[in-house]
């Protein structure tokens, strides 16, 4: 934690970074967003186990963009999330670096390269909870599943804290807004909800990075997660593709290869 | 239910199986009524979005049908669409909804009678799987 | 009215639910479901939460859902028929275990909906609405009812006040028109006053800030750009803190059905871009440091101004829904000690 105070107080001092993003202590015991544009400010850092939010959201938030240069404390979901991002132009390389928290110090990755040469390192596969939580569910009758999900989106509010939460939702017009015709209906009603959880999923199919905080946002609970690791995996034993592993890489749902999987197709 | 007629909606390809359907009334060859076809540029344009708002519109069963791989009239349209339903159909699934009621598949110009065979089969599973009441009933759920 | 004070046995508690539910009414109450709390129809006092400090979602859909129909309509041969919602339909309901705070927001509510125009609809869920709260044992970081004129065993608001004197014995203060009729339909289930010391069973949240402060400050600090840019950094402009809010009423008109079909009043919240999009393109409130000031005008200074009424009641419900920790408690009180 020093490490990283101190790294902070130097990129800032030496106006190599202009705003350092990363956590603060927050309310309820949990960790919130802090931004550090000051040297002296650096000290109210803090990295630990209640350091969840994904911070690349705030990348594509406009007011902090306008901050400048942008020192990142990043989780490994983040590393990804910004690899992503940038895979989809969001980003441009001199805008950002990233703070690695570790055992052994900071690790300050400052070019896309060197974060993608961090997460080839690390292990981006869905743990064996999250893999046995999806055996289960398909494991489950088709009838248990769509009760299931119906129960869970009927409590949807629509107050869009997933969307809000998560930094691939960057759009800054959803298709939920686009309504002439009303796509996805606004009402938060069965069908509405229904309509918008699905399309908010297969938007983020082969991009999400499998953060967590479009559950960890939604103030009713609904186990969002689980349809963003369906959907990694799916894409993963289909096309053999992650989300987030390089700057420049081809989608996995805007490319193709001939030999994809058709066994459905009569 | 033996009198249950079931709604389909074809989602199809200009250039393919559009161009196969006709081939299929004009060669005369007889097929069940209950598709309404759905004329799309390519698979490609086909959104999943487009499948939702016809079962919400009241529809039993969906086909979404373009050129074989390698026809595509703009080359790769339907590789593109082919993903996207590898994803859909395994989402669709993971919610609880019988992907039974979509049936994808390539139908060249050529193909009027896999058209029609298409149809039928399609038609008769759909009459098998009853309405798709679970799914229309959603309408009007949550309105206080 | 003054308030009638009495007293009734957990057992008469759940008979009285029971008696609720066999005349017919719709009884809303705090459920725990999983790790979270929030307000479902009951049928018994088993199903009841007592324990929680706060639900997640407020008891204001009881009068406000966050879909309802207006009205239905058929267009036909040139012609348009609507037909009104029905009224007489809607159900008689009581929303029974809510705090205080929660009480006091229906106030808010009423001074929104039925500010120059009455809302009929409103207007008519309110009246069949009754509404028996529970005091608060406990508080937590987020509670601040205390500096907005509230308290956690205050009686304003509710009709029936309930506080646990522990041994399955609560006071029950009954403090209007609704809920003497409501005694009435069950006196038999009611004990006599007891001579309790109510104030030592109460939560203390301390009080943060006054309101009058708050509003006072506001009043300056509309054009201070830098302070608001600030205060909303963290803000990723989502409307969870509007949807759980109990005094929160912005809403959006949808139609659905085509040629015939329904109009819709929707929830919406200030928080969202969208919110001020105008059809040109213009946005009056582009950046979510606006919306965010907006938010706590609207509550602290505007209504307060237009509505003789405050738009919060310390429920902190906001706070705790937030997926990004905007505390407003903490926000309010860095208001109120930013000028003098």
Request: charged letters at 25%; proline letters at 4%.
């Amino acid at each position: 934690m020093n490490a990283l105070r101190e790294k902070a107080r130097e990129l800032l001092a030496t106006k190599t970074v202009q705003v350092v993003i990363g956590y603060a202590p927050g309310s309820g015991g949990a960790a919130r967003a802090l931004f550090v544009r000051e040297a002296a400010q650096a000290g109210e850092l803090v990295f630990d186990e209640t350091c969840l939010q994904n911070l690349a959201a705030y990348l594509m938030k406009p007011e902090v963009r306008r901050l400048g240069r942008a020192a990142l404390v990043a989780r490994p979901a983040t590393l990804r999330t910004i690899l992503q991002l940038a895979a989809e132009n969001q980003l441009a390389e001199s805008s950002l670096l990233a703070l690695v928290p570790g055992a052994d110090g900071v690790l300050s990755l400052s070019t896309f390269s060197a974060i993608e040469a961090h997460v080839a390192a690390q292990d981006n596969d869905l743990s064996a909870a999250e893999k046995s939580e999806l055996e289960k569910f398909a494991a489950m009758g088709l009838d248990e599943r769509r009760e299931f999900w119906q129960e869970q989106f009927s409590r949807c509010l629509k107050c869009y804290a997933c969307r809000a939460a998560c930094p691939l939702c960057y759009c800054t017009r959803c298709t939920v807004e686009c309504n002439q015709p009303q796509w996805i209906p606004v009402p938060a009603h069965d069908l509405g909800n229904l309509e918008w959880n699905v399309m908010r999923a297969m938007h983020l199919a082969g991009r999400c990075t499998n953060c967590g905080d479009c559950s960890r946002a939604c103030p009713v609970g609904i186990p969002l997660y689980l349809l963003n690791q369906k959907l990694c995996s799916d894409v993963l034993s289909s096309f053999n593709q992650r989300s987030g592993m390089a700057a420049r890489a081809d989608h996995s749902l805007s490319t193709f290869k001939p030999d994809d999987p058709e066994d459905f197709i009569r | 239910m033996p009198d249950f007629q079931p709604k389909i909606v074809a989602f199809v390809c200009n250039w393919c199986t559009y161009a196969g359907a006709d081939l299929t009334g004009t060669s005369r060859m007889k097929y069940s009524p209950q598709v309404s076809i759905i004329r799309f540029p390519c698979t490609g344009r086909i959104d999943f979005m487009l499948l939702l708002k016809a079962f919400a519109s009241g529809a039993d069963g969906i086909i979404v049908s373009g050129c074989h791989p390698n026809d595509c009239h703009y080359s790769s349209g339907n590789f593109h669409a082919r993903r996207r339903w590898i994803i859909f159909r395994g989402l669709l699934d993971f919610l609880g909804i019988d992907v039974r009621r979509v049936q994808f598949s390539w139908v060249s110009a050529a193909e009027g009678a896999k058209w029609a065979q298409l149809v039928n089969e399609t038609s008769e599973r759909i009459r098998e799987l009853g309405p798709f009441a679970g799914y229309q009933r959603l309408r009007g759920l949550g309105v206080g | 009215m003054e308030t009638e004070k009495r007293s009734i046995q957990r057992e008469a508690l759940a008979k009285l639910i029971e008696q609720w539910c066999r005349e017919g009414k719709r009884v809303l109450a705090p459920r725990k479901s999983g790790d979270k709390v929030d307000f479902d129809r009951v049928t018994s006092l088993s199903e009841v939460s007592f324990d929680h400090v706060q639900t997640v979602q407020s008891p204001k859909s009881a009068v406000f859902p966050r879909v309802e129909e207006l009205f239905s309509f058929r267009s036909a041969d040139g012609q348009v028929e609507v037909r009104d919602r029905e009224l007489d339909i809607l159900p008689e309901t009581v929303v029974f275990g809510l705090r205080p705070c929660d009480a006091a927001a229906f106030a808010a509510l009423e001074a929104i909906f039925n500010w120059d125009a009455p809302d009929r609809l409103f207007t008519a869920r309110r009246a069949r609405t009754t509404l028996v709260a529970v005091a608060c044992s406990r508080a937590d970081e987020y509670c601040f009812c205390t500096s907005v004129g509230g308290g956690p065993g205050a009686v304003a608001g509710s009709d029936i006040l309930l506080t646990d004197l522990g041994q399955g014995e609560f006071l029950a203060e009954i403090a209007s028109a609704k809920g003497r009729e409501m005694l009435q339909a069950a006196d038999s289930l009611f004990g006599p006053a007891l001579d309790a010391d109510k104030e030592s069973r109460l939560a203390k949240p301390a009080a943060v800030f006054a309101a009058d402060a708050v509003a006072a400050v506001l009043a300056g600090l509309f054009a201070d750009t830098a302070f608001w840019e600030e205060q909303s950094r963290r803000c990723v402009g989502c409307g969870a803190c509007a949807y759980v809010c109990p005094t929160c009423a912005c809403f959006d008109i949808q139609d659905e059905g085509g040629a015939s079909g329904k109009r819709l009043r929707c929830w919406d919240s200030c928080g969202f871009g969208l919110f001020t999009l105008h059809t040109s393109g213009h946005n009056p409130r582009p950046l979510q440091s606006q919306r965010w000031r907006q938010r706590l005008m609207h509550k602290f200074s505007y209504m307060p101004e237009r509505q003789g009424v405050l738009g919060c009641v310390g429920c902190g419900r906001c706070s705790r829904g937030c997926p990004v920790d905007m505390n407003i408690l903490e926000h309010l009180r860095a208001i109120a000690e930013a000028r003098p």
